[in-house]
Structures are given as C-alpha cells and as structure tokens.
C-alpha cells in the first residue's frame, strides 16, 4: 500500500493539470468544521461540511456527504480508526476530520478509510484518502485534456523506474467521466494493479484506489463494491 501512497501525489497534480481545477479557488475558509473522529459512528453530512469520515459497518462503508457506497466482497476485512490512524502516523484520539483538512490542505494524502481481502497469495485492497482541491469530475474528457494527461504521465513514468506500466483512461462514475489512473509495479515480489480516480466536486475531496492482480480484475472491484447516490 505504501508504493500506492507514495504516487497519490503525482496522480492527484495529473488530475488537477488535466481537469482544469484549482483555478479561481475562493479563498480558504477558516475556522475548519469539526468532525467526528476516525471509525465514530454519524460522520458530519451537513450542507456546511466540507469533508466526512464517512461511517463503517461490517462490510458496507458509506460516505452520505459524498454520495459513495462501498460493499466489499465477503473475506474481506475493514481497517478500524485506529488502524486508519496509524497509517497516517498518528493516535487515535489525534486523527479527527479536523486534522485530515488540515494534512490534505498541506499537500499530503491521509487515508480515510481501508479494507483488503487479507490473502497474501492473491492480494486486494481497497484504500480512500483525502485531496484537497483536486476535483473528480470533468465538464468534458477532451482529446485536449486525455492528449495533456497522458504526456504528463510518460513523463512521470519515465522519472518513477519502479513502475512496469502507466496510462490514464476515462471510467463512468455516477454517469460522469473521470480521469482513471492505471499503473502496475512490484509488491513483495508480487506484480500488482492500481487503478485510481478522485471522486467529488468538494474542496476536500476523495481518492479511490483499488489494487488487485491486473487491470482487468481492478475494473471488476471498481464496478461491483462502488455505487453513489
């Protein structure tokens, strides 16, 4: 997960460059709206909140500020909120929305929710962060922007070795196009794919990324755990 991590970044400047966002930003809001802590039940949903936590239950994680489901497939396990907190190198009583906004507002990726299948032979993971300013959705895929976005990923390809392969697509979400991120590297020995698209039109928003065997099987994740109303 940490080499997933480690390019949230530079997938979060690929879809800022190519969606056009991060132009004519009001200016920031301060004070920060305070939101439950990390796996507390009844996440912050009012029209007022610029980001949620979401809520967990067993399989099912749903997300009402933005409008995301997730149901994970049986054998799969959610991380808790103190897990998620140690991710992000903090307590739990230390990783509160509040401090997410705040990581986020800072350039960094904090994770806010993670599930994976737990199969070392076969590994699957789930892992939502949180992006400041980086919007999901395009008013438009253009051949313009698809030209724009795949130069900056060649390029990015080229700097970052480590990775076997790198493209960006278009993927439907909520019957929108979004910039779809697909790369495949090395874990533990293993050869693996991401693919990952940031959801939502918020000022904090959220990255999506899924890891599995190939693409092939990532576009079958993407399409049967993730559903928005």
């Excluded at 930003?25 to 990390?38: E, F, G, N, R, T």
């Excluded at 980001?51 to 099912?60: H, I, M, N, P, Y």
């Excluded at 230390?94 to 929710?113: C, N, S």
Aim: proline fraction near 3%.
């Amino acid at each position: 997960m940490k080499t997933g991590i480690r390019l949230a970044g530079s997938i979060a400047l690929i879809l800022c460059l190519t969606a056009g966002c991060g132009k004519n930003q009001p200016a920031k809001q301060s004070p920060y709206p305070v939101i439950p802590a990390a796996g507390a039940a009844g996440g912050n949903t009012s029209a007022q909140a610029e980001f949620s936590f979401g809520e967990a239950d067993g399989l099912v994680y749903k997300n009402g500020l933005y409008g995301l489901r997730v149901d994970l497939p049986e054998g799969w396990n959610a991380y808790t909120g103190e897990m998620i907190a140690a991710l992000n190198g903090l307590g739990s009583g230390e990783y509160t929305g509040e401090t997410v906004m705040r990581l986020a507002a800072k350039g960094e990726i904090p994770v806010v929710f993670s599930a994976n299948n737990d199969d070392l032979e076969d590994p699957e993971m789930l892992v939502i962060s949180c992006v400041y300013k980086f919007k999901g959705q395009s008013s438009g895929i253009s051949d313009d922007k698809m030209t724009e976005a795949q130069d900056i990923v060649e390029k990015l390809f080229r700097e970052e070795k480590q990775y076997n392969s790198f493209s960006v697509d278009e993927i439907s979400l909520n019957d929108t196009d979004h910039f779809w991120i697909n790369y495949d590297c090395t874990v533990a020995d293993r050869d693996v794919h991401y693919g990952v698209v940031i959801y939502g039109e918020r000022k904090y928003n959220l990255m999506i990324s899924i890891m599995a065997k190939d693409r092939q099987r990532v576009k079958e994740l993407t399409d049967s755990i993730l559903s928005f109303y």
